[in-house]
Structures are given as C-alpha cells and as structure tokens.
C-alpha cells in the first residue's frame, strides 16, 4: 500500500506503470471521475496485490485462472504486462487478488441518507458492522420520517449488518418540552417496529441542556428494555455524556478552523484527552468527508476537480496533513482545505493506539480509498477477524 502524490506532467498510466498495477484499480480505489484530469499534488492510495503467484515453466494464462479459480479476462486486466496472445514468461511475478484484508474486530459504522446512491450503499455493507440511517427528526415534538426505509433496512439486514435508527434533533426544544414521555416512547415503538438495533441521537444543539442527560437517561432504559442500544453523537469529552450511550461517534471537525493546528497539537491532543476522560472502547472515531472553503463545504472529488479548473497545485502541510489550493473567486482568493491521506492513517492508527471500537463514515461521500486505507490499516495492527 502507497500514497502517490501526482507530479507535473504525470498522467495515470505513468502512475500504473510505475506500481505495476491497472490504471483501472487506481480509477477504482480512489473514485476518479475524470482519470485524465488529475491536478499536480493530488493524493492518490495504491493498492498492491494481495496474493500474488510467480509464473514456472509450463505455465499458461489459462492455467493460472484456473488453478486461483479466477476469470482469464480478469486475469489479463489485472496484469498490463499480460498479453492475452502468448504465455507468460517463467519468473513472471502475476497477480492474482487486489482484495483489502477483512476490517476485522474494529467496527466500521457508516451513515446512511437520503439519495445515497446504490453503488456507495453496496461499498458500504462490505465495510460496515453497523449502518446508521438518517431517516428521521423531531421538530417541536414531533417524530417525522425524512425518508421510507423499507428497501435499505432489508438491503442492511439481507447482509447482516445492524440497522440503527438515527434520530436528529436541530434545537434543545424537545429535551425541555412537556412531551418527552411521549417522544420516547414514539422512538422505542418506531425502533422496535422496524427492526432497528438501536437509536442514535443527534442532539449536538441540546447537549449543554440540564434536561439532556436526563432524557437520554429515560430513552436508555426504555431502548435496554427492548434490548436496544443507545448511541450518541458528541464533539466534546463530557464524561457524563458518554457513559449514557452504549455507543458513542466522537467528531472532530478540524479543516473548518480558521487555525488548524498541527496533528499532535490537534486530534492526537484531542482523542488522547478523550480516551483518558471517558471510555474509547466503546466510541468510533468519526471521518469527516469534506473539503472546507471558508464556510462552504464540498468533497474531496470535488476539491480535486476544482484545483484541476483552476490550474492550481494541491499543497500537502506535513505538521497538519491537510491538503491546500488556493483559487480566485468573486475576485478574491479563497483557500481549500481537507484531510490528506495521511492524516486518515495516523487518524486511523489512533484507533488501535487509545483502544477506540473502530470509525464512522458518511456513505455517500466518505472517499472509497479512506475505507480501504482503514481496512488495510487495521488488519495489518493485528485486529482478529469478526
């Protein structure tokens, strides 16, 4: 595994070339839309071959496929040096799977929205243990369905992932209001009802209420008495909070700061306080999926494809591990910032480090190389398989 920085001038076969691999596993791994249009400083993850077979005399291309069970068309795709019209030459290293390790026991937790595409649910339900869906809110006591879950909760649970039932709140009103008895039991009955296997809440706005507590006190033993789990969605490190929830997702959203400090003086500070505070085995470290201009926000494919536009280099700060480009807007210079790559790997290390459970995502727009980088980074850190 690799982290390439696109250079001036380098195209993707130059980068498929020097790896050896397809360009076509490069498009893959990293979502790239436009191939041909790669900005200079690009970051891109390179996945090496997970099995490989050195060729012996005598061997054929239809021999190999047959001998790995593999197809001899992708056989030849997986292998540019391949020629589909002679055999290979013995010592010929050929690789046979391109597959990431399995997770293993760190729990990958991705959330699920409204209009998430097939193709990112699909790469999701083979990364996650849990699929958060984003379905429902309540608005001045009321519980409102964003969204029908029928067709994902059976996709979810047809793969054997546990559905939970994410409930967003926008304001404090409904921890304070007279009608929490019948807001909890409203979450327990949809919950159970649809076959959820537990409730997650987004409450950041109701969090420094006197009353939160206490509702997700009472949500709790009414969620434990149906056999539920409770998971909270926090940026802070209130010790109290976090020994409410069964689970807890920890965000820290640092590319939206004016000054964004250094790694060490940033998340590992942060994630260090946190795991001594409260208890990191129960609580994901949450992957932010955005690129940030000022207060506008956008992804990482769209952050590339505007450097691109803009003719202008991606810079890579190795104290913070962002990513940057600055381009001309209303005629005035605006800067973009995100996570590099290896941010995402020390993040990711930090799991098995501070004992964390594992990460959450954005399935719609969590970048396809962050979920392979945390499935090759946590098989290789020793984690047992599921």
Same mark, same amino acid.
């Given at each position: 595994?690799?982290?390439?920085?696109?250079?001036?001038?380098?195209?993707?076969?130059?980068?498929?070339?020097?790896?050896?691999?397809?360009?076509?596993?490069?498009?893959?791994?990293?979502?790239? $839309?436009?191939?041909?249009? %790669?900005?200079?400083?690009?970051? %891109?993850?390179?996945?090496?071959? /997970?099995?490989? #077979?050195? =060729?012996?005399?005598?061997?054929?291309?239809?021999?190999?496929?047959?001998?790995?069970?593999?197809?001899?068309?992708?056989?030849?795709?997986?292998?540019?040096?391949?020629?589909?019209?002679?055999?290979?030459?013995?010592?010929?290293?050929?690789?046979?799977? #391109?597959?990431?390790?399995?997770?293993?026991?760190?729990?990958?937790?991705?959330?699920?929205?409204?209009?998430?595409? *097939?193709?990112?649910?699909?790469?999701?339900?083979?990364?996650?243990?849990?699929?958060?869906?984003?379905?429902?809110?309540?608005?001045?006591?009321?519980?409102?369905?964003?969204?029908?879950?029928?067709?994902?909760?059976?996709?979810?649970?047809?793969?054997?992932?546990?559905?939970?039932?994410?409930?967003?709140?926008?304001?404090?009103?409904?921890?304070?209001?007279?009608?929490?008895?019948?807001?909890?039991?409203?979450?327990?009955?949809?919950?159970?009802?649809?076959?959820?296997?537990?409730?997650?809440?987004?409450?950041?706005?109701?969090?420094?209420?006197?009353?939160?507590?206490?509702? =997700?006190?009472?949500?709790?033993?009414?969620?434990?008495?149906?056999?539920?789990?409770?998971?909270?969605?926090?940026?802070?490190?209130?010790?109290?909070? @976090?020994?409410?929830?069964?689970?807890?997702?920890?965000?820290?959203?640092? @590319?939206?700061?004016?000054?964004?400090?250094?790694?060490?003086?940033?998340?590992?500070?942060?994630?260090?306080? #946190?795991?001594?505070? @409260?208890?990191? /085995?129960?609580?994901?470290?949450?992957?932010?999926?955005?690129?940030?201009?000022?207060?506008?926000?956008?992804?990482?494919?769209?952050?590339?494809?505007?450097?691109?536009?803009?003719?202008?280099?991606? =810079?890579?700060?190795?104290?913070?591990?962002?990513?940057?480009?600055?381009?001309?807007?209303?005629?005035?210079?605006?800067?973009?910032?995100?996570?590099?790559? *290896?941010?995402?790997?020390?993040?990711?290390?930090?799991?098995? *480090?501070?004992?964390?459970?594992?990460?959450?995502? $954005?399935?719609?727009?969590?970048?396809?190389?962050?979920? %392979?980088?945390?499935?090759?980074?946590?098989?290789?850190?020793?984690?047992?398989?599921?």
């Amino acid at each position: 595994m690799h982290i390439h920085t696109v250079s001036a001038g380098e195209s993707l076969h130059d980068i498929a070339k020097k790896y050896g691999i397809p360009a076509t596993k490069i498009i893959e791994n990293n979502t790239l $839309d436009c191939p041909d249009r %790669l900005s200079v400083g690009q970051k %891109l993850l390179i996945l090496t071959p /997970t099995r490989t #077979y050195r =060729v012996r005399g005598g061997d054929t291309i239809d021999s190999i496929a047959e001998r790995f069970s593999v197809g001899r068309g992708a056989l030849i795709r997986a292998n540019p040096a391949l020629s589909a019209k002679r055999a290979p030459r013995p010592e010929q290293v050929v690789a046979i799977k #391109y597959d990431t390790p399995p997770h293993g026991s760190a729990l990958f937790n991705g959330y699920y929205y409204k209009g998430c595409p *097939e193709e990112r649910l699909k790469l999701a339900l083979a990364h996650s243990s849990f699929v958060t869906i984003s379905s429902h809110r309540l608005k001045w006591g009321v519980l409102e369905e964003v969204f029908d879950t029928k067709e994902v909760l059976l996709r979810v649970r047809d793969a054997g992932r546990a559905p939970l039932l994410r409930i967003y709140s926008p304001d404090a009103y409904e921890v304070m209001s007279g009608c929490r008895e019948r807001i909890i039991e409203g979450i327990v009955q949809r919950a159970k009802g649809d076959g959820y296997r537990g409730v997650t809440l987004a409450m950041s706005m109701a969090e420094q209420s006197p009353d939160f507590g206490e509702m =997700v006190l009472e949500l709790r033993r009414a969620l434990m008495a149906e056999d539920l789990l409770t998971v909270i969605e926090t940026d802070g490190t209130n010790p109290r909070l @976090c020994d409410l929830g069964d689970l807890i997702v920890q965000r820290y959203e640092k @590319c939206h700061l004016n000054e964004i400090p250094s790694f060490e003086e940033g998340e590992r500070r942060h994630y260090h306080t #946190y795991a001594t505070e @409260c208890d990191s /085995t129960k609580t994901f470290i949450d992957l932010s999926p955005f690129a940030y201009s000022g207060s506008d926000a956008m992804t990482h494919a769209e952050a590339n494809a505007l450097a691109y536009r803009q003719g202008q280099e991606i =810079v890579y700060d190795g104290e913070r591990m962002i990513c940057s480009f600055e381009y001309g807007r209303r005629g005035r210079r605006q800067c973009v910032k995100y996570e590099a790559l *290896e941010n995402i790997k020390a993040k990711l290390a930090l799991v098995s *480090e501070l004992g964390f459970a594992g990460i959450s995502f $954005d399935i719609m727009r969590v970048p396809t190389e962050h979920l %392979l980088l945390a499935s090759a980074t946590f098989a290789r850190a020793g984690y047992a398989e599921i």
